[in-house]
């Protein structure tokens, strides 16, 4: 049996466990099978707490499909409020390694079930492997990419993951599915990309929807949202302060010199235990029946 406790951030949901508890377990393989909305407990994610040697603890992320990604922002407030909830660190503002590189954490309020919690995101990169090449400055911005013989204006760059960014008038879920998973496999990006359908409603309030490289449309993408504030301000004169609007509530996203602050909820939805089989259950061969 796996102990494990369920968290989400504005609806983006993840299931943590301590590397303790899995040992010789296949993460990526525990990752789909513990996700899966039907045969599993299901989330966006699984998080592994691990100890560091560079950071007061470790984040290791994994998507519903099996791939691990560099960092997860609505993750990373969920992990702090487990960290501390589990007395793992002793004070409420603590360092966190993570692929993306160490960053910062606040838990900024806190009750048993909820917390607020404020994540230096770091700034973002817009010259990185994950990120495609332009000869003009170096930045991939509205840059045009042709899909299904259509053009459209797209922009991409790297806050704790990879992600590409296209400004809309009206976000459409059937639009954002489509042309979301179109991108995230598009032969530019040799990592994948998460993608962004980003409204800007005025100068400090924007909507995003995101479909996530690894998992696909979410109710809310922490980094997606980092992304999108950037940009919103680099193209269309924002403000450093943006509330970013997502299906699953909202975040503070406030562009500082040392980086993109995110504030935002996490919250604990259940403690349990899991029983998991090796084998990750529906994946038989159906011909097997
Ligand atoms: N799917 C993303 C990781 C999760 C990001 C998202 N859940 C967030 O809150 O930042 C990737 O593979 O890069």
Known sequence: MLKFCKYQGTGNDFIIVKQSEIDGVTYSSLAKNVCDRRFGIGADGMIVVAPSTVADIRMIFYNADGSIATMCGNGIRCFAKYVYDHGLV????????????????????????????RVNMGCPCYVHPAVP???????????????????????????????????????????????????????????????????????????????????GLTLACGTGSAACAVLSRQLYQCDQSITVSIKGGTLLMEQEEDGVYMTGPARLICTGQYVYGESPQGEQDLDSF
């Open 90 to 117: 002793g004070q409420t503002s603590f360092s966190v390694e993570t692929l993306a590189g160490v960053l910062t954490v606040e838990l900024v309020s806190m009750t048993n079930e909820e917390s607020n919690v």
């Open 133 to 215: 090449k332009v000869t003009s400055d170096g930045k991939f911005i509205n840059q045009t990419i042709e899909l299904e013989g259509e053009p459209y204006t797209i922009s991409s760059l790297f806050i704790g993951t990879i992600h590409t960014v296209m400004f809309v008038s009206e976000i459409d879920e059937k639009m954002a599915t489509h042309l979301g998973e179109l991108i995230e496999n598009h032969a530019m990006y040799p990592q994948k990309t998460n993608v962004n359908f980003c409204r800007v409603i005025d100068p400090h309030h924007i909507e995003v929807l995101t479909w996530e490289k690894g998992v």
